[in-house]
């Protein structure tokens, strides 16, 4: 079974021994037990994602400050760009200030509403590029790179050491290494 799930609940189940293996964003503090072996696969640059007749469109150079007194479109909290968005946040003192008006479990919902002039998003490079066409044929988005403040979403896959591996497991782990790693 192909489970699809945010990162903090696919590391329950692995936890929970409810799955083989994860792959998983690794948000800045986040500690990887010893009992898991971690491949690290790629990584992924913040982005904000506006409408380009959105008055945030004309910062050049957004900063953290910017960012939170906008209405914030995000990705759900189990999320590990939601996840590593909330500690960066939190670790500039900036938490009270954030302006999180919703969130969404997929990345096209989220740019939908961005298309629809709800609010701005803060999300990952390949997310913005994966996406199907927003609900608004005219929504024209402007993506201002973030790595330099928020950095970047590292995934890897993780897996229990010294477990008996399922030939159909490691397959897929070997697949999965050699897909991502490509990119």
């Given at each position: 079974?192909?489970?699809?799930?945010?990162?903090?609940?696919?590391?329950?189940?692995?936890?929970?021994?409810?799955?083989?293996?994860?792959?998983?964003?690794?948000?800045?503090?986040?500690?990887?037990?010893?009992?898991?072996?971690?491949?690290?696969?790629?990584?992924?640059?913040?982005?904000?994602?506006?409408?380009?007749?959105?008055?945030?469109?004309?910062?050049?150079?957004?900063?953290?400050?910017?960012?939170?007194k906008q209405p914030l479109i995000l990705a759900g909290e189990d999320s590990s760009s939601r996840m590593q968005f909330d500690h960066l946040i939190a670790k500039a003192g900036l938490s009270d200030q954030v302006n999180v008006i919703m969130t969404a479990g997929n990345v096209t919902s989220i740019l939908n509403y961005v298309a629809l002039g709800m609010g701005i998003a803060v999300l990952t490079r390949p997310a913005t590029q994966a996406l199907h066409v927003p609900a608004d044929l005219n929504a024209h988005f402007i993506h201002r790179d973030l790595s330099n403040f928020l950095g970047y979403d590292h995934v890897a896959l993780l897996h229990p050491k010294g477990r008996h591996e399922l030939s159909h497991v490691r397959v897929f782990r070997e697949l999965v290494i050699q897909g991502l790693r490509a990119e």
């Amino acid at each position: 079974s192909l489970i699809a799930a945010p990162s903090r609940i696919a590391w329950q189940l692995l936890e929970a021994e409810k799955a083989d293996l994860a792959v998983v964003g690794t948000p800045h503090g986040v500690v990887i037990p010893t009992r898991f072996e971690a491949t690290p696969l790629v990584r992924y640059p913040f982005e904000v994602v506006c409408l380009e007749s959105h008055p945030f469109a004309k910062i050049k150079a957004p900063k953290l400050r910017d960012i939170v007194k906008q209405p914030l479109i995000l990705a759900g909290e189990d999320s590990s760009s939601r996840m590593q968005f909330d500690h960066l946040i939190a670790k500039a003192g900036l938490s009270d200030q954030v302006n999180v008006i919703m969130t969404a479990g997929n990345v096209t919902s989220i740019l939908n509403y961005v298309a629809l002039g709800m609010g701005i998003a803060v999300l990952t490079r390949p997310a913005t590029q994966a996406l199907h066409v927003p609900a608004d044929l005219n929504a024209h988005f402007i993506h201002r790179d973030l790595s330099n403040f928020l950095g970047y979403d590292h995934v890897a896959l993780l897996h229990p050491k010294g477990r008996h591996e399922l030939s159909h497991v490691r397959v897929f782990r070997e697949l999965v290494i050699q897909g991502l790693r490509a990119e």
